[in-house]
């Protein structure tokens, strides 16, 4: 079975293409948000694994106005990536929905007064979301409080933004939430994502492979419980252990509690739960990268994840896999 480009699952550059008629390249985004297990909300010190510097790049710093950062990412996405032609303002920081709904709406707008930027997609954790908030989103999606906006894609018209809420989700158990100290639980990401497809809100989610207490068996047995989530897309990573956080502490005192892939072990891994996952999900990322200063080893070498693309191809042919070849 084929999708979109010749993959073996659905990719999420195939999304934008095929409804846009091209590529849209996210620049990323820090407009000084906090966490609730931060400030003391619901607790102190953030995800056990968390260190966000490790997760954004140079030109994307709180200090930087938002129209100079993405001035300065449009610049470097132009190098690095010649056929973006248009531009998603991606905030991603920390939990981007955690502010009055007026300061929110203030900042997405400003993001998409910029004359490159086509749409926003809005990193957040589900317990920083509610209807108000939502319907302030929603009235960003289908143009309502934005009278006049307008952008030429792929020769046709939008005369509202493309709008894309994602929630870091990180596992399905709570006692996994619970250890890596999220401050939610589970039902509480249901509900989130729920209220957000409710309203028509494009809605993705994070998950990590490989947290404390998880075993590969559990990991496949949560794709029945994402596949029952109206969600639109998934973004997977494998755990990395960075510098200076509590899961590095956490991992020298109990190694034996985590999961931890060889690079041909986690292709083969992200191709059982491809194939278990329903085939209309769009998978935008299947691993994630963070620069080797911020980690004491890196396992797979210095391989790029365009390359890991590839090598999945690869490997799913082989194996003569696809998404949803065993979804149920």
């Given at each position: 079975m084929e999708f979109a480009d010749g993959k073996r699952y659905r990719t999420f550059v195939g999304y934008y293409r095929e409804k846009y008629g091209e590529r849209l390249q996210k620049i990323v985004l820090d407009a000084g948000f906090t966490c609730p297990n931060r400030d003391g909300t619901v607790g102190r010190g953030g995800c056990t694994y968390c260190d966000n510097a490790a997760f954004h790049p140079g030109y994307s710093t709180p200090g930087k106005s938002l129209r100079q950062?993405?001035?300065e990412g449009i610049e470097f996405h132009r190098v690095r990536y010649r056929n973006s032609g248009h531009y998603l303002a991606y905030f991603q920081a920390y939990s981007n929905t955690y502010a009055p709904v007026e300061r929110l709406r203030a900042l997405y707008t400003e993001a998409l007064?910029?004359?490159?930027v086509v749409g926003i997609v809005i990193g957040t954790r589900p317990d920083c979301v509610d209807g108000e908030k939502l319907d302030m989103i929603a009235a960003l999606k289908d143009g309502s409080l934005l009278p006049g906006w307008r952008r030429v894609l792929g020769g046709?018209?939008?005369?509202?933004?493309v709008v894309t809420v994602e929630y870091g989700i990180e596992s399905c158990y709570d006692a996994t939430l619970g250890r890596i100290n999220r401050g939610h639980d589970f039902a509480c990401a249901k509900r989130a994502v729920e209220m957000t497809a409710e309203r028509e809100i494009g809605t993705g989610a994070h998950f990590i492979l490989g947290l404390p207490g998880e075993s590969r068996q559990m990991l496949l047995d949560q794709t029945a419980l994402i596949n029952a989530l109206p969600l639109n897309s998934v973004k997977f990573h494998q755990l990395q252990i960075i510098k200076g956080t509590a899961m590095e502490k956490?991992?020298?005192r109990r190694p034996e509690d985590f999961l931890r892939f060889g690079l041909e072990e986690y292709l083969d891994?992200?191709?059982?739960?491809l194939e278990r996952l329903r085939p209309d999900l769009y998978i935008e990322r299947i691993a994630g990268e963070v620069p080797p200063r911020f980690v004491n080893e890196t396992p797979w070498g210095l391989v790029r994840n365009f390359e890991l693309l590839r090598m999945l191809d690869r490997r799913m042919?082989?194996?003569?896999?696809?998404?949803?070849r065993l979804a149920r």
């Open positions: 950062q993405m001035d007064d910029h004359p490159e046709n018209v939008l005369n509202a933004p956490e991992y020298s891994f992200i191709i059982d739960i042919e082989e194996r003569d896999a696809w998404q949803g």
